[in-house]
Nanobody, 114 residues
Framework: QVQLVESGGGLVQPGGSLRLSCAAS????????VGWYRQAPGKQRELLAR???????WYADSVKGRFTISRDNAKNTVYLQMQRLKPEDTAVYYC????????WGQGTQVTVSS
């Protein structure tokens, strides 16, 4: 069974940057569109960014211009570069296919606070 392992989260001040990574134990990323999702306390999980097999990207309005998704199919890894972070970006961040087909990983906590 494919496992997803997210990493790179942490505590950052408003305006700061973080780079998240998601490694898959199997070769799922070479065949599917993949995305980054997040879930804030008391809210539903939402899709933030998506990248297709050919590299075409899509972003939610809330992160457009601040976040960049990329993928390395050879390494079965997808990245999320986050810049100009805001307190409202605080959440647990996950990666998965789009739509999600794989069991969710544990996520990585991002906290934006001064």
């Amino acid at each position: 069974q494919v496992q997803l392992v997210e990493s790179g989260g942490g505590l950052v001040q408003p305006g700061g940057s973080l780079r998240l990574s998601c490694a898959a134990s199997g070769s799922i990323f070479g065949f599917n569109a993949v995305g980054w999702y997040r879930q804030a306390p008391g809210k539903q999980r939402e899709l933030l960014a998506r990248i297709g097999v050919g590299g075409i990207t899509w972003y939610a309005d809330s992160v457009k211009g601040r976040f960049t998704i990329s993928r390395d199919n050879a390494k079965n890894t997808v990245y999320l570069q986050m810049q100009r972070l805001k307190p409202e970006d605080t959440a647990v961040y996950y990666c998965n296919d789009v739509p999600p087909l794989t069991s969710w990983g544990q996520g990585t906590q991002v906290t934006v606070s001064s």
